[in-house]
């Protein structure tokens, strides 16, 4: 444990200072924030080069560290810069990374991180997982477009599940939505529009369905959670 602890505040020195550096000596937020800037942002991580890569998973990191930053944007972009196969990898490895560090910050720094970077209403929300570990209802959760995904590391942070089961959690369940992001990349790298516009076109039909059924889809999670912890 102590060990664990102590890696984490490593982890959490390491890239505070990193993102210092890269918030004071790089014009970081035209990239993520401004008009234009997805294909700014693309331009900005061709121009390492041969470690592309990996700024490309460093973005993905701070995306999940810094929930403003749209994951959709960063998941597209993996697809469009690297192809479909390198594109989910690198997507994956940072976004197990980024997840994997959030969980930890909230577990070493505890619930007052957690309300400065989340809202207490998808606290409040989210509440009856920090009771009790609600694996399978977490895979769920993560499973669903348009769940606060970023936000629900830190939540699951706080509760009583192991690093170990929250990351093949995490992982698994984010692992669909990474496909069909980075697929889209890659039909747009190679110019398929009509491709594009179809997987698009169903993408935004499931997302407009979990959204307007997401207050009976969370009724249901919750019901579930609640009649397995009564078993």
């Known amino acids: 444990m102590k060990k664990t602890i102590g890696f984490s505040a490593i982890a ?17 937020y035209h990239y993520f924030f401004e008009k234009g800037s997805t294909q700014r942002l693309a331009e900005f991580i061709k121009s390492f080069g041969v470690i592309a890569p990996l700024v490309f998973i460093a973005v993905q990191i701070f995306q ?25 990898l690198y997507s994956t490895i940072g976004l197990s990374i980024g997840s994997w560090l959030a969980f930890s910050f909230s577990r070493w720094l505890g619930r007052p991180l957690v309300e400065r970077i989340v809202k ?7 509440d009856y997982l920090m009771a009790h570990k609600g694996a399978f209802i977490a895979f769920v959760l993560f ?31 984010r692992f669909f939505g990474t496909a069909l992001l980075t697929w889209q990349g890659n039909l747009a790298r ?3 529009y009509l491709a594009l516009g179809i ?3 169903v993408s935004l039909v499931l997302i407009l369905l979990v959204i307007l059924l997401r207050p009976r889809i969370e009724a249901y999670i919750r019901r579930l959670h609640e009649h397995h912890d009564h078993e």
């Open 64 to 88: 999940i560290l810094f929930a403003p930053i749209p994951g959709e944007v960063t998941g597209f972009l993996g697809g469009f810069l690297f192809g479909n196969f390198f594109g989910l």
């Open 12 to 28: 959490l020195l390491f890239f505070a200072l990193a993102a210092y550096l890269i918030l004071h000596y790089t014009p970081i």
């Open 190 to 192: 190679e110019k398929n």
């Open 199 to 201: 997987v698009i076109g």
């Open 143 to 173: 499973l669903f477009p348009g769940f606060p995904k970023d936000y629900l590391c830190y939540i699951l942070g706080l509760g009583h599940m192991r690093l170990l089961e929250f990351m093949i959690i995490s992982t698994a369940g």
């Open 120 to 126: 207490p209403s998808i606290i409040n929300r989210f």
